[in-house]
């Protein structure tokens, strides 16, 4: 059974930093494309940040960039979204997703129907 779990959300002040993880059990994460998108209350799921089956790392959200950084560790069969310098806007549902399509090239997309496989997602909350 293909499987997402997050972890690492939480209530963190601004100018704070978080790491969320996302576990991946039934298949090989590094394969497939990694999203993380983010659903604020009333808003849509936004795209945050994707790493390619290559390896290239596209902060999609101009607010996230300079810090927000998507990694994976290949021997834990994880990713990572490493949050720095967190903002009240940063509040919200985080999820990691994959594309797991056949014949799929591997780049990076930001539309969220075209990643099949998703998390449960974890609550980051930015307050002070």
């Known amino acids: 059974q293909l499987q997402l779990v997050e972890s690492g959300g939480g209530l963190v002040q601004p100018g704070g930093s978080l790491r969320l993880s996302c576990a991946a059990s039934?298949?090989?994460?590094?394969?497939?494309?990694i999203g993380w998108f983010r659903q604020a209350p009333g808003k849509e799921r936004e795209a945050v940040s994707c790493?390619?089956?290559?390896?290239?790392?596209?902060n999609y959200a101009d607010s996230v960039k300079g810090r927000f950084t998507i990694s994976r560790d290949n021997a834990k069969n994880t990713a990572y979204l490493q949050m720095n310098s967190l903002k009240l806007e940063d509040t919200a549902v985080y999820y990691c997703?994959?594309?797991?399509?056949?014949?799929?090239?591997?780049?990076?997309?930001?539309?969220?129907?075209?990643?099949?496989?998703w998390g449960q997602g974890t609550q980051v909350t930015v307050s002070s």
């Open positions: 997703a994959v594309i797991n399509r056949g014949r799929y090239d591997g780049s990076c997309r930001r539309e969220p129907l075209i990643y099949n496989y």
């Open positions: 790493l390619s089956k290559s390896g290239v790392a596209i």
């Open positions: 039934g298949f090989t994460l590094d394969y497939y494309t």
